[in-house]
Structures are given as C-alpha cells and as structure tokens.
C-alpha cells in the first residue's frame, strides 16, 4: 500500500529553523503534487505550502518568504524548511500527496486518510516556544 512517513517535527524556539521530511512509497510520486497541511486546535486545516507536480510552488501567505519546501524525485521525499519560526506556527504538520490540486484548507487535516486522489501522512507537531 501507500505510505508517507514524516519526520523532524518537535520543539524550536521562536525565531529558530526546523526542517519537516515526507517519504513516500507505493506510489509514483512525480505524478503527485506534494504538500503540507497545518492544523492547530484553533485553526482549520489550511495548506500551508506545495510543490506541484509541474515545478510550480505555492505558499500560504503567513509563509511567504520564511518557509521553503522542496521536492527529490529519486529519494521520493518531499521538505519543507522552516526558517523565522513564530508561535503561530505551532501545529501538527501533515504531508499529502494529491493527484489534483490541492484545496487551500479542509475543515480538518485527515491523518493517514486515503481519498479519491490523496494520500496522507500520520502528521507530526511543530511547538514552537519563546
């Protein structure tokens, strides 16, 4: 089956770097878009960034300019680098990759969910403290 696998989420403080990894396997993954979610108890689940399968990139506006994500087709991975920190970060992070285009936010982030054209991770919590 489909698996994505996240890693390097945890503690960092404000105004400090963290850098988020989604491996996938059982899929091909440049037909994918790859992206994040984020989810807070306060918050829908909003995309925060993604890099499509046609080398364009979006990022969430609260992002821009302090976020990076990048895809390696070979190692099947996709990151996201996270530089500038705030606490409004702080969030469960979720690694999705979709046949289509991704809708900006959901009501909720679907941990390990397989839909229609998506498939996505366990998530992993971001905590960022002063």
């Known amino acids: 089956g489909v698996q994505l696998v996240e890693t390097g989420g945890g503690p960092v403080q404000v105004g400090g770097s963290l850098t988020l990894s989604c491996t996938a396997s059982?899929?091909?993954?440049?037909?994918?878009?790859l992206g994040w979610y984020r989810q807070s108890p306060e918050n829908e689940c909003d995309l925060v960034s993604a890099a499509h399968s046609d080398g364009s990139r979006h990022y969430a506006e609260s992002v821009e300019g302090r976020f990076t994500i990048s895809r390696d087709n070979a190692k099947n991975t996709v990151f996201l680098q996270m530089n500038s920190v705030n606490p409004e970060d702080s969030a469960v992070y979720f690694c999705?990759?979709?046949?289509?285009?991704?809708?900006?936010?959901?009501?909720?982030?679907?941990?390990?969910?397989?839909?229609?054209?998506?498939?996505w991770g366990q998530g992993t919590q971001v905590t960022v403290s002063s």
């Open positions: 999705v990759a979709d046949r289509v285009r991704m809708p900006k936010w959901h009501l909720h982030c679907q941990p390990s969910a397989v839909t229609r054209t998506s498939y």
């Open positions: 059982g899929l091909r993954f440049d037909d994918y878009d």
